[in-house]
Nanobody
């Protein structure tokens, strides 16, 4: 059974930093593409960042490029999202997601991801 468990969310002031973690079980994060999505109140879930199974390619939404970094620790089977220079508009529930297969590109659509975590809340105060 595959489980993705996010942690690290919380309340932070604008300009601050936070790191989200996604601990995986039942799958190996170095074997599949992984992604982070977020959903703000009243908005649709949107792609934030992704990393290929090889770990050699990352991709970010324009809104977070240069501020967020996705990475992973294969030994811990965990994916991270380092978030710097946080803004109030980053407030959302953040979800970790995993694809089912290896692929050469990073997918940005929700339907391309098969496994999802329960989400962790990030609130950025102004």
């Amino acid at each position: 059974q595959v489980q993705l468990v996010e942690s690290g969310g919380g309340l932070v002031q604008a300009g601050g930093s936070l790191r989200l973690s996604c601990a995986a079980s039942g799958l190996t994060v170095s074997n599949v593409g992984m992604g982070w999505f977020r959903q703000a109140p009243g908005k649709e879930r949107e792609f934030v960042a992704g990393i290929t199974w090889s770990g050699t390619i990352t991709h970010y939404a324009d809104s977070v490029k240069g501020r967020f970094t996705i990475s992973r620790d294969n030994a811990k089977n965990t994916v991270y999202l380092q978030m710097n220079s946080l803004k109030p508009e980053d407030t959302a529930v953040y979800y970790c997601a995993a694809e089912r297969f290896r692929g050469p590109v990073i997918h940005t659509l929700q339907n391309d991801y098969y496994y999802w975590g329960q989400g962790t809340q990030l609130t950025v105060s102004s």
